[in-house]
């Protein structure tokens, strides 16, 4: 009887512990998602102001040349905006986000700004859509420093909290 609370004990004291590496590994991930993402929203920044490409060969070209965790939003959103169906690029690109944005680690805030960016980028002119990605760009980096920030503390606390917790549910038990 005694090795089966042995047994369960460290069941609980790993699987607690596993918990709190997870919480702490998705902040990173997310922290890293945000800084691909500004990247890529710097390259289409690139494209449309200096090659002057229209908005949908731009967000193709982004697609093909950056493979990644964004390469099938891109893929989609372009095909998409391709096919001229008559659909709005508020309504294609909100869709993109909705449903090719689920493997990534971003938030919902973060999805929600993604989508604000859509439904102010795609019926400007040139200017506009410039004036549009600088602010987004602004957005990405306070949001990526601030998260920066917590990453290093949070992450400590989440490991800390996953080990103690499985102990102090070990204790209770015993």
Known sequence: ???MKIVGCILVIT??????????????Y????????????????????????PLPEAISAIARRNPGIYEPFFQNTARKLQ??????????WKEAVETDLLD???SKKD?????????????????MQLNTLELFITQLEDEIT?????????????NSLGIMAGIFISILMF
């Open 1 to 3: 009887m005694l090795w």
């Open 30 to 53: 997310r922290l890293d998602n945000l800084r691909e993402l500004k990247k890529l929203i710097v390259l289409l920044r690139g494209d449309i102001r200096f090659a002057n490409t």
């Open 83 to 92: 096919e001229l169906s008559g659909r709005t690029f508020t309504e294609i």
């Open 15 to 28: 699987s607690s512990t596993a918990i709190g590496f997870f919480f702490s590994n998705e902040m990173k």
């Open 111 to 127: 999805k929600q700004n993604l989508i604000g960016f859509g439904e102010n980028l795609g019926y400007l002119d040139k200017d």
């Open 146 to 158: 601030e998260i920066s920030q917590k990453v290093k503390e949070k992450s400590y606390l989440y």
């Open 104 to 106: 990534t680690s971003l």
